[in-house]
């Protein structure tokens, strides 16, 4: 009495070979995790190949700027603190709380904490710039418009929010950057 194992169907045998590609990419994706500057070169590398793509087809300048407009979406987001304190200082007025970032010496210290993480950052933006370079080899993304005016529409628009957010970090005394900050050694010296 042979036991036969039933038989796969064709949908659970790619469901099942597409799971396994996907814990691959994956672990691609974990393995990656603590090279930052060779991850962020990467990047650089993808957006030059796709900048150059733009000039040298002299087109998809719809695309390019939509790309622009969604990467400084992501670069204001990484730039905020997660619990925004303007947001936190009017519920608490409303709530008849105090708190907020810690403005005295005897105050708890808050660490800054991104809106969006470096990783996630880095993973968006590179998706993006592939997918827009994907987008540029297909005519209908192609739409004919004149592109001094998106250029400097997207300059006006860049100056305008980094110099809010800008004002934003200056009035709750935060900075998102490590570098700058005081380090202080582990031993005892």
Same mark, same amino acid.
């Not at 060779?38 to 390019?64: D, K, N, P, S």
């Given at each position: 009495?042979?036991?036969?194992?039933?038989?796969?169907?064709?949908?659970?045998?790619?469901?099942?070979?597409?799971? *396994?590609?996907?814990?691959?990419?994956?672990?691609?994706?974990?393995?990656?995790?603590?090279?930052?500057?060779?991850?962020?070169?990467?990047?650089?590398?993808?957006?030059?190949?796709?900048?150059? *793509?733009?000039?040298?087809?002299?087109?998809?300048?719809?695309?390019?700027?939509?790309?622009?407009?969604?990467?400084?979406?992501?670069?204001?987001?990484?730039?905020?603190?997660?619990?925004?304190?303007?947001?936190?200082?009017?519920?608490?007025?409303?709530?008849?709380?105090?708190?907020?970032?810690?403005?005295?010496?005897?105050?708890?210290?808050?660490?800054?904490? *991104?809106?969006?993480?470096?990783?996630?950052?880095?993973?968006?933006?590179?998706?993006?710039?592939?997918?827009?370079?994907?987008?540029?080899?297909?005519?209908?993304?192609?739409?004919?418009?004149?592109?001094?005016?998106?250029?400097?529409?997207?300059?006006?628009?860049?100056?305008?929010?980094?110099?809010?957010?800008?004002?934003?970090?200056?009035?709750? *005394?935060?900075?998102?950057?490590?570098?700058?900050?005081?380090?202080?050694?582990?031993?005892?010296?």
């Amino acid at each position: 009495m042979d036991s036969q194992e039933p038989e796969q169907t064709p949908y659970a045998a790619v469901s099942a070979q597409g799971s *396994r590609l996907a814990r691959q990419y994956q672990a691609y994706l974990d393995k990656s995790t603590p090279f930052v500057t060779y991850r962020w070169i990467g990047t650089g590398a993808l957006l030059l190949i796709f900048l150059l *793509r733009i000039v040298l087809a002299q087109g998809w300048y719809i695309v390019c700027y939509s790309l622009g407009i969604y990467l400084l979406n992501l670069f204001l987001a990484f730039l905020q603190p997660k619990f925004d304190p303007s947001f936190e200082q009017d519920t608490e007025l409303e709530d008849g709380a105090a708190g907020g970032l810690p403005t005295k010496q005897d105050e708890e210290f808050r660490p800054f904490i *991104r809106r969006l993480p470096e990783f996630k950052f880095w993973y968006s933006a590179t998706r993006a710039i592939a997918v827009g370079f994907f987008c540029t080899w297909w005519t209908i993304f192609d739409i004919p418009v004149f592109w001094p005016v998106l250029v400097v529409y997207w300059i006006i628009l860049f100056c305008l929010t980094m110099r809010r957010q800008i004002q934003h970090m200056i009035k709750y *005394r935060y900075v998102p950057f490590s570098f700058g900050k005081t380090r202080y050694n582990r031993s005892g010296k």
